[in-house]
Nanobody
Framework: QVQLVESGGGLVQAGGSLRLCCTA?????????IGWFRQAPGKERERVSF???????DYADSVQGRFTIARDHAENSVYLQMFSLKREDTAVYYC?????????????????WGQGTQVTVSS
């Protein structure tokens, strides 16, 4: 079965850290670019981080310097390490995969999406 599964979300105090994991089954993530997105209630979905198939990375301005995206080849996963979390980081976080992509402009270009994991940052 081909799927993406996010894990690692939860409740954390402001200033704390979380590590989200995006794990694939049925295909190899090394062949895909991965985007991490988030959507808060009443807000549009935004891409917070991206890693290309050649491991070039990109971050939204709002998370630059606080979030790090990386691959774990052995686990067929991509991680999003989040530090110095703020209340405004509260959202459902999704990962998505685009085959053999160096850049991805539009969400519709991603072939696979996970179901999301909730991150809640309390003050």
């Amino acid at each position: 079965q081909v799927q993406l599964v996010e894990s690692g979300g939860g409740l954390v105090q402001a200033g704390g850290s979380l590590r989200l994991c995006c794990t694939a089954s049925g295909f190899t993530l090394d062949d895909y670019a991965i985007g991490w997105f988030r959507q808060a209630p009443g807000k549009e979905r935004e891409r917070v981080s991206f890693i290309s198939v050649s491991d070039a990375t990109d971050y939204a301005d709002s998370v630059q310097g606080r979030f790090t995206i990386a691959r774990d080849h052995a686990e067929n996963s991509v991680y999003l390490q989040m530090f110095s979390l703020k209340r405004e980081d509260t959202a459902v976080y999704y990962c998505a995969a685009a085959e053999q992509a160096e850049t991805v402009m539009w969400p519709r270009e991603y072939e696979y999406w996970g179901q999301g994991t909730q991150v809640t940052v309390s003050s």
